[in-house]
Nanobody, 115 residues
Framework: VQLQASGGGLVQAGGSLKLSCAAF????????MGWYRQAPGKQRELVAT???????VYEDSVKGRFTISRDNAKNTVYLQMNSLKPEDTAVYYC??????????WGQGTQVTVSS
């Protein structure tokens, strides 16, 4: 499985960005896709995940502001980020978890929110 992420950038606080992650390769074994982020000096943390059936999980600080969605026909997962805060600044990584419990990661995309 290969993951190609895009959509990061620089935005002012209160603004919006949308991240996309397309999956290629042996996609039929993907059970769940999601986004993680890692800020400087911090550990990588879960942001949001979505299963093939559409069940979602969100990290508490992004609930109500971020929305994860999935287009199974395009093998793509999206993360719509609204009301962005400076503390959302991080490198965002796309993740795919297979039914064999193998993790795959995208290359990371920088999101910077200025105050």
């Amino acid at each position: 499985v290969q993951l190609q992420a895009s959509g990061g950038g620089l935005v002012q606080a209160g603004g919006s960005l949308k991240l996309s992650c397309a999956a290629f390769g042996n996609i039929f074994n993907i059970a769940r896709m999601g986004w993680y982020r890692q800020a400087p000096g911090k550990q990588r943390e879960l942001v949001a995940t979505i299963t093939r059936g559409g069940s979602t999980v969100y990290e508490d600080s992004v609930k109500g502001r971020f929305t994860i969605s999935r287009d199974n026909a395009k093998n793509t997962v999206y993360l719509q980020m609204n009301s962005l805060k400076p503390e959302d600044t991080a490198v965002y990584y796309c993740n795919a978890l297979t039914t064999m419990v193998h993790d795959y990661w995208g290359q990371g995309t920088q999101v910077t929110v200025s105050s």
